[in-house]
């Protein structure tokens, strides 16, 4: 399997203060010119996915505001043809019946290339706007997938029979409660969308987060190769990504000079990501290695100004990786879950023995 390839394009890059080197007005942070030409260029670069950050709270740094990551996800999924999209959703808080609803519509825009990046939202400051604290945000966050998972398959594949001789649009007996009750909601279902093209959209997550056996792919980071090695072993679920952060050199500057010049005004926080500065030369042998020595499936790159490191890697990375077979484009008409070579589940409810 090539190596699959994912960039974070939230915002104006990784850095807290990428937003000083941005080539584009302030305004054009929110509008929607802004998210399609960064997907554009990811796409025609031969990436797979891109990932959209999100939280309750805006984030860290000079940054004030963005626009929901769903929101842009479904904006994305209607302006590309091959690229997968998949956004950051928060299970602090949020309900997961509406993740669900959100999620699978994403998934039936694009013809399945969506995917779930699953988040908490620990900052105080969140439960301060929310009104209430989270005991424990993992055990909310292993629930609310379990339940999104669960409303996916609440619409057997074929409950819409559209019979127009009975006038019955719905076969009922294919629609399917799911009787959730956790420590703070409780969820009947069935879902208002029918299920997603996918079966079930492919749901990313850090390692530990939640069970293994609800995550499809783990992001894994760490200080260098072995680390990163000893993470992804540690895991079993089908597929881990490699975490990565770049600072790469320009035309007009290195990217240690780049990270310096950002970091007068703020530190780069460390994430516990790999993190790479210097040549797209050294970024393809580190990517070389990883497939190699760590044996992760793919990676997900964090640029530290999108506006300045996604051209390096769109003209110079992406297609040296292509070029020597490490890794390869996403095939018109397939699915994130072709891509990454998962099989289509099936539903639970159609199985025999499965939930009455």
Same mark, same amino acid.
């Given at each position: 399997?090539?190596?699959?390839?994912? *960039?974070?394009?939230?915002?104006?890059?990784?850095?807290? $203060? %990428? @937003?000083? #080197?941005?080539?584009?007005? /302030?305004?054009?942070?929110?509008?929607?010119?802004r998210v399609r030409h960064v997907a554009e260029i990811a796409e025609r670069a031969g990436?797979?996915?891109?990932?959209?950050?999100?939280?309750?709270?805006?984030?860290?740094g000079g940054i004030a505001g963005r626009i929901g990551a769903v929101e842009r996800a479904a904006f994305i999924a209607?302006?590309?043809?091959?690229?997968?999209?998949?956004?950051?959703?928060?299970?602090?808080?949020?309900?997961?019946?509406?993740?669900?609803?959100?999620?699978?519509?994403?998934?039936?825009?694009?013809?399945?290339?969506?995917?779930?990046? *699953?988040?908490t939202s620990p900052r105080p400051g969140a439960? $301060? %706007? @929310?009104? #209430?604290?989270?005991?424990? /945000?993992?055990?909310?966050?292993?629930?609310?997938?379990?339940?999104?998972?669960a409303l996916w398959d609440s619409w057997e594949d074929d409950a819409v029979v559209?019979?127009?001789?009975?006038?019955?649009?719905?076969?009922?007996?294919?629609?399917?409660?799911?009787?959730?009750?956790?420590?703070?909601?409780?969820?009947?279902?069935p879902a208002?969308?029918?299920?997603?093209p996918q079966g079930q959209l492919v749901v990313l997550a850090p390692p530990g987060l939640v069970p293994d056996e609800e995550v499809d792919v783990t992001l894994v980071g760490g200080a260098d190769v072995a680390a990163v090695r000893q993470a992804a072993a540690a895991t079993t679920t089908p597929r881990?990504?490699?975490?990565?952060?770049?600072?790469?050199?320009?035309?007009?500057?290195d990217g240690a000079d780049r990270v310096a010049a950002l970091d007068r005004h703020a530190p780069w926080p460390v994430a516990g990501r790999l993190r790479y500065t210097g040549g797209p030369g050294g970024l393809v042998a580190l990517l070389r290695d990883l497939d190699a020595q760590a044996g992760v499936d793919g990676v997900r790159l964090h640029p530290l100004v999108l506006d300045e490191d996604l051209a390096v890697?769109?003209?110079?990375?992406?297609?040296?990786?292509?070029?020597?077979?490490l890794a390869a484009r996403p095939l018109p008409g397939a699915s994130l879950r072709q891509t990454l070579g998962l099989p289509r589940p099936q539903n639970r409810f159609a199985l025999p023995g499965g939930p009455a």
């Open positions: 399997m090539s190596l699959v390839l994912a *960039v974070e394009i939230d915002g104006d890059g990784a850095h807290p $203060e %990428a @937003w000083r #080197r941005a080539a584009h007005p /302030p305004a054009a942070l929110l509008g929607p010119r990436f797979t996915l891109v990932t959209l950050d999100d939280d309750l709270l805006p984030p860290d209607a302006s590309t043809s091959v690229l997968s999209v998949a956004p950051v959703v928060s299970t602090t808080y949020t309900e997961p019946f509406h993740v669900s609803s959100q999620l699978a519509s994403v998934d039936h825009i694009s013809a399945g290339r969506a995917g779930w990046v *699953v988040a439960a $301060e %706007a @929310w009104g #209430r604290p989270v005991a424990d /945000p993992r055990q909310e966050a292993a629930d609310a997938v379990r339940v999104v998972r559209r019979d127009v001789a009975t006038g019955r649009y719905l076969d009922r007996d294919r629609l399917h409660y799911v009787d959730f009750t956790g420590a703070t909601y409780t969820v009947t279902g208002i969308v029918p299920r997603p881990t990504f490699a975490e990565i952060e770049v600072a790469l050199d320009t035309s007009a500057a890697l769109s003209q110079y990375v992406v297609p040296a990786l292509i070029k020597s077979r």
